[in-house]
């Protein structure tokens, strides 16, 4: 299961965030942020070495939620490894443009 370490604003926030956990100990291997915005996509993906993904739904998906009333975000969010309640309760603030940061360790410090 991953570790949601917090939902961000922007690109800034997020970076200087990575950077603290690395300090903290963390690996940025194991640090994933989750966005649908291609631009803080890229520039995530170009200063860090966490793993940057986007929760934005497919064509696919956008399709099969117009008949199913499904929310596709929640479903990219549930399938990547977070609990159904952590899913639920950020699927709607990653649709504003946020960033979501989690990780896959676990660790001792307070993050």
Do not use: C, W
Not at 30 to 58: F, H, M
Not at 72 to 86: A, M, N, R, T
């Amino acid at each position: 299961m991953k570790q949601v370490i917090g939902l961000f604003d922007g690109e800034i926030d997020v970076i200087r965030k990575i950077e603290d956990l690395k300090v903290e100990g963390y690996d940025p291997a194991k640090i994933t942020a989750l966005t649908k915005d291609a631009d803080v996509y890229l520039t995530i993906q170009n200063r860090t070495e966490a793993n940057v993904e986007t929760a934005g739904p497919s064509l696919k998906e956008k399709v099969k939620s117009i008949f199913t009333r499904e929310k596709p975000v929640k479903d990219v969010l549930i399938d990547f490894g977070l609990s159904e309640e952590d899913a639920e309760k950020y699927h709607k603030e990653l649709a504003k443009e946020k960033v979501l940061l989690v990780t896959d360790e676990q660790h001792s410090g307070t993050v």
